[in-house]
């Protein structure tokens, strides 16, 4: 008698399929028309712009390829670090927020994590809330960098994961009831037009003793060694959206040698500094960090 071989769903099929279910969120971001997904394959507008899903089952809807700095290493930098527990009283506090206001309305929870980079906030965040719900939850990221999305589509089959520009998002109007922006650069604009009229924006800025230990090895001396431009963004935000609450979370993380070394890689503290203080950071001894961040929720 023969046995027969259940393969298991390629990621771009597992993609495709929660494309299909939630098509409707899109549109072109060339015409601003509506998009469908065809054949499983692509997404296709009323205009025929198409945009095909890669083997790993994201979607590119940039018109012109983007140049960053972000590159390989430092989003596997990225992934040692947020997979270490170093963000997590963050996430909790993001999740039970979410929880209390989403899971009681009954109706699909729809977050957007703009500026994703390789997706682990995101999954973090669905993975806390799901256990806390019985209604369906999207997780959308996208990100500019094409690197950091085909990252997020290899390691987290459960999410939607698009290349695009966060100041031409290829999302419709009032689709989304959550969008996240951690530690990434915002546009408010764009994100008060993909908001819906109950949901929440939820923006993470540094605190000024956020990595104070790592900045002044890389910074003493220079006005970079503290970080003063936490109440600049917290009054930009208030430009755009109705402030509903801040909290602030801060606490010591210690960093084992290979963590130590994954926080300068993925840094862009890192970026502007000297060979000679880099070295020196990459010796240092003191192993504990300081994590403070501050957590905006705001609505329309």
Not at 45 to 51: E, M, P, S, T, Y
Not at 259 to 277: A, D, N, V, Y
Request: with cysteine; glycine share 6%; proline share 4%.
């Amino acid at each position: 008698m023969g046995c027969f071989v259940v393969s298991k769903p390629s990621k771009r099929m597992i993609r495709a399929g929660l494309i299909s279910e939630f098509e409707g969120i899109f549109r072109c971001p060339i015409c601003f028309s509506q998009m469908r997904l065809v054949q499983y394959k692509s997404l296709r507008c009323n205009q025929n712009h198409c945009f095909d899903l890669s083997k790993q089952g994201y979607v590119n809807v940039l018109s012109v390829a983007s140049k960053t700095k972000y590159d390989k290493r430092m989003f596997e930098s990225r992934r040692v670090i947020y997979q270490s527990g170093f963000f997590e009283p963050m996430y909790a506090m993001i999740c039970n927020k979410i929880i209390d206001e989403r899971v009681t309305k009954r109706e699909p929870i729809k977050i957007l994590d703009a500026g994703c980079g390789e997706g682990s906030h995101l999954h973090n965040i669905q993975q806390g809330i799901e256990p806390h719900t019985s209604v369906p939850l999207l997780a959308v990221g996208m990100d500019i960098s094409k690197t950091g999305i085909r990252h997020a589509a290899m390691e987290y089959p459960n999410a939607i994961w698009c290349v695009a520009d966060l100041a031409n998002s290829p999302f419709d109007n009032e689709q989304f009831n959550t969008i996240l922006n951690i530690l990434s650069p915002a546009n408010y604009s764009e994100f008060k037009r993909m908001i819906t009229d109950d949901g929440m924006v939820i923006k993470v800025i540094p605190g000024r003793g956020y990595l104070k230990e790592l900045r002044s090895v890389l910074y003493e001396g220079t006005n970079k060694q503290v970080y003063v431009n936490d109440s600049a963004a917290l009054d930009h935000f208030q430009d755009h959206f109705e402030l509903r609450d801040v909290q602030r979370v801060q606490y010591g993380f210690q960093l084992d040698e290979m963590q130590l070394q994954s926080l300068l890689h993925m840094t862009p503290l890192s970026w502007g500094t000297t060979e000679e203080r880099l070295r020196e950071a990459q010796e240092w001894k003191m192993k504990e960090i300081t994590i403070d961040l501050t957590v905006l929720y705001g609505r329309k």
